[in-house]
């Protein structure tokens, strides 16, 4: 609804001229032009948080909560502090039925026939009036003019939405003090403009706003999308992570995080990661390798005269044990009288750790023992540790780094002072290191 201001020349264009003007109806009693009550004849003159307050000729439409307008008038149907407004005078210069002659209103002259008819009003000089306000509503319009010119205010009864008047002038009313948006105002001469922030809508009511669900409108996310109001929020599936842009979505290298996600090998794939075992082993708890028994499931290459030994992450197999020379010959001097033949694994064994025993199987009246390691420990990782008598231990002191095979000659020696004797026993150890600790 445009609003100027204009000093200058006014053409005012209507049509033919009734008995009484708008704002008046005829009084057929005494003939007179009197005020119409439009706040009791108009049903919603004043619409929102506005008071309708009659006027002569019209009436007004001003804030219910806006002491500061509202001063100068009270609306006669609500209860207020102020005085009443004083009653108006008689309004001159319109007609009276039979009294009379009629005469115009402003913008109208009177023809030969005492017919209203349009006329142009032109203001030449500049200076005659200070301002000059056109205001345009529908179908009607308001003029006003300022001293010195000696000429009537005139104003319409129904004033445009969105105006008040004060009988001097026709002033625009700021709807966005009052809360009618929701969300953004923004005034307008005689009108506003409601507007949302992003990630709203506007409703087809004009003024409040509905949340945009993005995530079924657009989607911009790459994976998951959850609507907030006035915004949404992206989420990456398990083995994702969001990205600075808070869009897209990339994979998580669960392997980089920790060496001990897996027994052996963490392998990374998209959105995940899975746990591979070397060959002789399975997995199991999905995290977790274990040796596989090649010799109890039959999976082994060792013939009918072998024994096949099981390893970690393997097998081997064993040639049957035989006597070579000297062992024909029991009474050799610095020979063993025996040689046990015994095989064992020692794969992630920490040190230190005791993984073998010899113990003597009788006992002899001036007999006593000693336990050695006759060879094999070249790397000295193992040593003999006595722990009674009759008894020793085999103790590894230092890791072992596989895959490797050891063969240790584990020696106890009898020594008889009584009979004055002196012999040795063998066991032949041989030790297996598989490639893993496991």
Excluded: W
Aim: glycine letters at 6%; hydrophobic letters at 30%.
């Amino acid at each position: 609804m445009p609003i100027f201001v204009a000093i200058g020349c006014l053409i005012s264009h209507g049509t033919t001229q009734q008995q009484c003007s708008n704002g008046f109806e005829m009084d057929r009693v005494s003939g007179q032009c009197l005020d119409v009550d439009e706040c009791r004849t108009i049903a919603e003159a004043c619409r929102g948080d506005m008071v309708c307050v009659n006027q002569n000729g019209g009436y007004l439409c001003i804030p219910r909560t806006n002491p500061n307008q509202r001063s100068p008038y009270t609306n006669p149907y609500v209860p207020s502090l102020y005085p009443p407004p004083p009653v108006p005078a008689p309004v001159p210069n319109y007609p009276t039925v039979g009294r009379a002659p009629p005469i115009c209103r402003f913008g109208y002259r009177m023809n030969e026939n005492n017919q209203c008819v349009a006329f142009d009003l032109v203001i030449r000089t500049s200076n005659i009036c200070k301002t000059i306000l056109i205001a345009s509503a529908l179908d009607k319009f308001a003029v006003i003019m300022s001293e010195p010119l000696d000429i009537s205010f005139y104003f319409f009864p129904n004033v445009a939405n969105g105006f008040i008047s004060n009988s001097t002038l026709l002033l625009d009313i700021d709807e966005c003090r009052y809360g009618y948006c929701q969300q953004l105002c923004a005034n307008v001469p005689g009108s506003y403009s409601c507007t949302c922030n992003p990630g709203f809508v506007l409703n087809e009511d004009g003024r409040s706003c509905q949340d945009v669900n993005e995530c079924t409108s657009s989607n911009p996310c790459v994976q998951n999308c959850i609507n907030t109001y006035g915004s949404f929020l992206c989420r990456c599936d398990p083995g994702y992570e969001l990205e600075t842009d808070g869009i897209s979505c990339t994979d998580m290298d669960e392997c980089s995080f920790s060496e001990f996600l897996c027994q052996h090998e963490c392998i990374n794939q998209p959105g995940s990661y899975y746990c591979f075992c070397p060959s002789g082993y399975v997995l199991v708890e999905d995290t977790r390798c274990q040796d596989v028994n090649e010799c109890e499931v039959g999976n082994h290459t060792c013939n009918v005269q072998q024994t096949c030994f099981n390893v970690q992450g393997g097998f081997k197999c064993l040639d049957p044990v035989r006597c070579e020379d000297p062992y024909i010959r029991i009474n050799e001097k610095d020979q063993p009288f025996t040689i046990l033949y015994r095989d064992m694994d020692v794969s992630g064994r920490t040190v230190p750790a005791d993984v073998f025993q010899m113990q003597a199987t009788s006992r002899y009246p001036g007999a006593y023992y000693i336990f050695q390691i006759k060879s094999g420990n070249e790397g000295r990782e193992f040593y003999m540790r006595q722990t009674g008598p009759i008894s020793a231990t085999l103790v590894m002191t230092r890791p072992l780094k596989g895959p490797r095979d050891l063969v240790l000659d584990l020696e106890m020696v009898t020594v008889n002072t009584v009979i004055n004797f002196r012999g040795s026993s063998v066991i032949r150890l041989r030790i297996y290191v598989s490639q893993y600790p496991f």
